[in-house]
């Protein structure tokens, strides 16, 4: 079956450093991408939408300046947190979709002390 | 009114049990996912439907469109089982490209 890789599965940054976080499709070519952020019990947040080759879409309220997504292949794309601060610890999820079926990363989950 | 509502929102089963999870949608839909999550765990793709019923194992997922309806089946539920199950509804119909709508997941805790 697809299969969605991440790395790192977890990170710990300083304040203030930045953080890139890779999200692969192992086995199949994903038409778009997505990041998702997801908060102590709760549901998982959509933060953007990427298709290879050009600009991710951000949803309302996401800063695209400090979440910058790069999608440079088919297979590849990264979400770096830029000047990270401790609120910006949570777990990361990417997508993969691929016809009708999105296929997810096991996440990411990151802390800034 | 959230657009996708799961029930119940929480589910506490003794092991064997039969389990019925249920998710209701009000907008037009390509398809419906359920995903599992388990505590501090990453998501797993459990089921994608567009229409019918689908079984894996123990699990089956059943759709009904006109009623904008899916439920989730656990057979013989196992401690294992344990975890958050989430209904997620990809909006419209452009396929892969859609956005996901999340339901706010149904915990289930399964006592041996």
Known sequence: GAVVSQHPSWVICKSGTSVKIECRSLDFQATTMFWYRQFPKQSLMLMATSNEGSKATYEQGVEKDKFLINHASLTLSTLTVTSAHPEDSSFYICSAGMFYEQYFGPGTRLTVT | ?112
């Open chain 2, 1 to 112: 009114k959230n657009e996708v509502e799961q029930s119940p929102q929480n589910l506490t089963a003794q092991e064997g049990e039969f389990i019925t999870i249920n998710c209701s949608y009000s907008v037009g839909i390509s398809a419906l996912h359920w995903l599992q999550q388990h505590p501090g765990g990453g998501i797993v793709s459990l089921f994608m439907l567009s229409s019918g019923k689908k079984k894996h194992g123990r699990l089956i997922a059943t759709i009904n469109i006109q009623e904008k309806h899916s439920s989730l089946h656990i057979t013989a539920s196992h401690p294992r089982d344990s975890a958050v199950y989430i209904c997620a509804v990809s909006e419209g119909y452009g396929g892969a490209t859609n956005k996901l709508i999340f339901g706010t997941g149904t915990l289930l805790a399964v006592q041996p």
